[in-house]
């Protein structure tokens, strides 16, 4: 009777748990490192406030190389790796994803938008709601270099044949003017994007070399560019973290009450916490520069340009060939065994698997193709460096409102974390209980830590994310005449139309070389303290919201 008993319990299948699945999405040269910090964030922010087990995918299946095939064709690699996913975390995890978030970096949030209108129109949003889009630093309006002098001229003519296909569609010169079309309100880009409870983005006010503000931030204006002085002020009493041995503040930016100084010759420069030596040292930085000029001009330069091109053609040639992926077909067999109580295909389960597997030894061994598509980024960003400093010149940004050094005495939960251990990091996504233990161990072993007041940053951020909704531009002083791009006529009808849905806009401001690997702290959060401490801000918009809606 016993062993009835216990045959029966064993044949009861086990109920599932619903789960919300957060897909961090990498940009142009990049891969699921990137998003290391980002994912950390999120589930230690976010685990004790869901419902729902907190799940993150960060595709590896368009890493690299691979982000030149087009933003369509990444796209479709992303859906397939969210597919494989969902059906192994049913499968193997007894996990339903319920709930489903996005998060692009970079180019990625374009690859997201075009995720998420495929998705609306497979009919993926009738199974799992969708709660959060994001994006950080990401080229919405496309790229385009405004100054009247060379570099710019033949930036804008190269740097569409530089990326593949997908150069054409970052600076608008595609035949199907793709940016434009994700952009309609009547496209499924537009509405899927409009059925998200909360869209919020992040733009690097200055120092980003890849993507400029007014395109990460949807604007015409560009207040931060060719000015002498800018007083940055921040949001209002935000709290410092500290990120091992290193106290920092949060870099939100308040856009209504930063404006430009009467008398920029009376200010002595920017004076932020936590900057580099070589930041803050002029003479040291002009000579690492000009040290730096004399071998990437006459010699990495032409190297780069020259693999890029020859990637360009390779990309071109191999979409051409390819089919496009059954995506539709998979998604109906996925909604049938994992929505409607039908049953997962064994090959699907053995591929989802493999996928996991491969994420796991790309967040332990970088590539050939890494390496040299890190090192074709690293070139690129030096160059537009070299640009901004020598063409643009490096404007003083001054900040009123410095954080006292007085030790903050609240008395809120403080988040303890490893800080950067992407070995124990890099788990499987789903196995949470293993991933505390891991997170526990590398604890132990590191004498670094992460304190985040967390209750007082959901309490701070509470009180200013209505104005971070502002989209009344006579509120912000620097958006002025003077500040107003020639933008592409394409580009016009973009900002028009992303600007008709509602966003949460957070301008950024880190003083660090290069602002663009600072904003997801893609060194890791040692490397990166201000990017680590405006993440764990941003996180705490996302918890806010899953507490109101519970």
């Known amino acids: 009777m016993a062993l009835a008993a216990l045959a029966a319990l064993e044949a009861t299948p086990i109920a599932d748990e619903d789960a919300h699945l957060f897909v961090l999405v990498h940009g142009l040269w990049g891969s699921p490192k990137h998003m290391l910090v980002v994912e950390r964030a999120l589930k230690n922010s976010l685990a004790e406030v869901s419902n729902e087990r907190i799940i993150t995918l960060k595709p590896s299946s368009f890493r690299f190389w691979k982000t030149y095939d087009g933003i369509e ?21 007894h996990l339903k994803v319920s709930k489903i978030s996005i998060i692009g970096y970079s180019l990625g949030g374009l690859i997201s938008r075009f995720v998420v209108g495929k998705l609306f129109s497979m009919g993926f949003f009738d199974e799992v709601s969708p ?14 270099f ?27 010169a595609d035949n199907d003017s793709l940016l434009v079309r994700m952009a309609d309100p009547e496209s499924a880009f537009f509405q899927g994007l409009e059925l998200f409870e909360s869209r919020l983005l992040l733009a690097n006010v200055k120092n980003d070399r890849s993507v400029a503000f007014y395109t990460s931030y949807i604007t015409e204006f560009s ?47 920017n004076r932020q916490e936590a900057t580099s030596i070589i930041r803050s040292n002029k003479i040291l930085r002009g000579t690492i520069l000009l ?7 006459p010699f990495y330069i032409p190297l780069i340009i020259c693999l890029s091109l020859y990637v360009s053609g390779y990309s071109a040639l191999k979409v051409k060939l390819l089919r496009s992926m059954r995506i539709e077909e998979h998604w109906k067999e996925v909604r049938l065994s994992v929505y409607h109580e039908g049953v997962i295909d064994s090959e699907h389960a053995e591929q989802g698997e493999s996928r996991r597997k491969q994420r796991h030894n790309l967040a332990k061994h970088e590539t050939f193709k890494g390496d040299t598509s890190n090192f074709t980024e690293s070139a690129m960003e030096g160059m537009l460096f070299a640009e901004d400093e020598f063409v643009g010149g490096q404007s003083k940004i001054i900040e009123e409102n410095e954080p006292s050094d ?30 505390n233990k891991s997170l526990f161990a590398s604890f132990l072993r590191k004498k670094h830590i992460i304190d985040i007041l967390t209750d007082k940053n959901d309490r701070v951020v509470r009180e200013h994310v209505e104005s971070l909704r502002n989209n009344d531009l006579s509120r912000i002083p620097l958006f002025s005449e003077e500040s107003k791009l020639d933008l592409l006529e394409e580009q016009k009808i973009i900002v028009k139309n992303l600007n008709k849905l509602d966003w949460i806009k957070i301008a950024v401001y880190h003083d660090l070389f290069n602002a663009h690997d600072g904003i997801v702290a893609r060194r890791g959060e040692k490397s990166n303290p201000k990017g680590t401490c405006t993440i764990y801000l941003w996180a705490s918009i996302l918890r806010n919201h899953i507490r109101d809606h519970i």
């Open 223 to 269: 207040p931060f560019d060719q000015i002498d002085s800018v007083n940055i002020r921040y949001l209002k009493d935000l709290p410092p973290s500290r990120i091992g041995v290193t106290k920092v503040w949060p870099k939100f930016i308040d856009m209504e009450k930063s404006h430009r100084v009467e008398n920029p010759e009376e200010f002595q420069g």
């Open 146 to 172: 405004f100054r009247p002098n060379l570099f710019d001229y033949v930036a804008n003519r190269l740097g569409k044949l530089l990326f593949g296909y997908t150069g054409l569609q970052l600076f608008v």
């Open 291 to 297: 040290s730096a000029a004399v071998i990437l001009v």
């Open 131 to 144: 709660v959060f889009f994001s994006t950080f630093a990401t080229p919405h309006v496309g790229v385009h």
């Open 406 to 435: 007085e030790e903050d005495k609240d008395s809120n939960k403080v988040v303890c974390m490893e800080a950067h251990d992407e070995e124990q990091a890099e788990l499987s996504e789903s196995d949470s209980n293993q991933t």
């Open 73 to 93: 064709r990444c796209a479709e690699r992303v859906i397939a790796d969210l597919l494989y996913e969902i059906e192994i975390l049913k499968e193997k995890d």
